[in-house]
């Protein structure tokens, strides 16, 4: 459980790079940063390069992290933006796809949701 904890912290901090890269410019430009960074990284900023490094990834947890991938592409959307997870969406997922997952994948799986969704609100 020690060992989950620890890569779940590193997978953490793998997912608010990427969802940091995902967030708009800004209110007026909504280009993802990441394209924003990529855009400067291919006239050779160093800057924009080094922005794009993503943190470890965590390989013992690549199976849940394909898990919320792909529940973050099935994810709602609602009048002012992506909707959380919901216990029955995880749930719909499980069954559709034969998922078997425990308790703390389910912890991991909103946690990294929030993460996504707010990834400046706080460290995990």
């Given at each position: 459980r020690a060992f989950f904890r620890g890569e779940l912290r590193i997978?953490?901090?793998?997912?608010?790079h990427e969802a940091r890269l995902r967030q708009p410019v800004s209110?007026?430009?909504r280009t993802p940063v990441g394209a924003h960074y990529q855009?400067?990284?291919?006239?050779?900023?160093?800057s924009a390069i080094a922005a794009l490094l993503p943190?470890?990834?965590?390989?013992?947890?690549?199976?849940l992290w394909q898990k919320f991938e792909r529940l973050d592409g099935m994810r709602e959307v609602g009048?002012?933006?992506?909707?959380?997870?919901?216990?029955?969406?995880?749930?719909?997922?499980?069954?559709?796809f034969g998922?078997?997952?425990?308790?703390q994948d389910v912890e991991a799986l909103v946690a990294l949701d929030v993460v996504m969704l707010y990834p400046d609100a706080g460290q995990d």
């Open positions: 997978l953490m901090q793998f997912a608010r209110e007026k430009d855009e400067l990284a291919s006239r050779g900023n160093a943190p470890p990834f965590p390989i013992a947890l690549t199976s009048q002012y933006g992506p909707l959380r997870f919901t216990p029955a969406h995880i749930k719909a997922a499980c069954d559709l998922w078997q997952l425990t308790p």
